[in-house]
């Protein structure tokens, strides 16, 4: 089976920003795009994760264009249609997305971050993607190079943003 590439959905994206309070969330003043670091080549981190199509031949799935080892890798289906990667590289599943039992389309669903955090003793930036979606409590849970808490997002140039994508892919038609 075949699947390309039909659309890229941005799911959910969040905003926050320090003040003497503590971290609040803004409204985002520009396109989510906009706030992800650019790669190499002008194309936005979003569009840099898509790919044109995907491949499912028994157990394995394709990724094209093929630039990596990593894009193709042996898969399995889940509880509630979750798909799951076989990591070649760590040796473990991995979340991929969503596969739904009719088997017309494929989540590709990945989350994108940024965080910067300023301080006289200590700056963190972090610019991140990984697979599945992130929520807020990915950020503020007790380390201390993010934040402990939303509460020590103290200075005006503390940003927390994340994205959660999902990349659509539909099955041709044979």
């Keep these: 089976m075949i699947y390309k590439l039909e659309k890229i959905e941005i799911v959910e994206s969040k905003l926050f920003v320090g003040s003497k309070d503590g971290g609040v969330e803004e409204r985002l003043k520009r396109p989510v795009r906009d706030y992800l670091w650019v790669k190499l080549g002008g194309i936005n981190a979003i569009e840099s ?7 499912v031949f028994k157990d394995v799935l394709t990724e094209y264009p ?7 890798f042996q898969f399995k289906v889940g509880q509630s249609d979750s798909l799951f990667r076989w990591n070649i590289y760590a040796n473990f599943w991995q979340y991929y997305g969503r596969f739904p039992s009719d088997r017309q389309h494929i989540y590709y669903e990945r989350n994108f971050s940024t965080l910067h955090k300023k301080r006289p003793n200590i700056s963190f930036d972090l610019s991140d993607d990984s697979e599945g979606y992130a929520s807020k409590d990915d950020f503020f849970w007790g380390n201390e190079y993010h934040f402990p808490t ?16 999902r990349y659509v892919y539909k099955k041709v038609k044979n």
């Excluded at 939303?150 to 994508?165: P, W």
């Design 66 to 72: 093929e630039q990596y080892e990593a894009n193709k």
């Design 150 to 165: 939303i509460k020590h997002m103290t200075e005006k140039t503390d940003t927390v943003m994340y994205c959660n994508v």
């Design 49 to 55: 994760r898509a790919k044109d199509s995907l491949r």
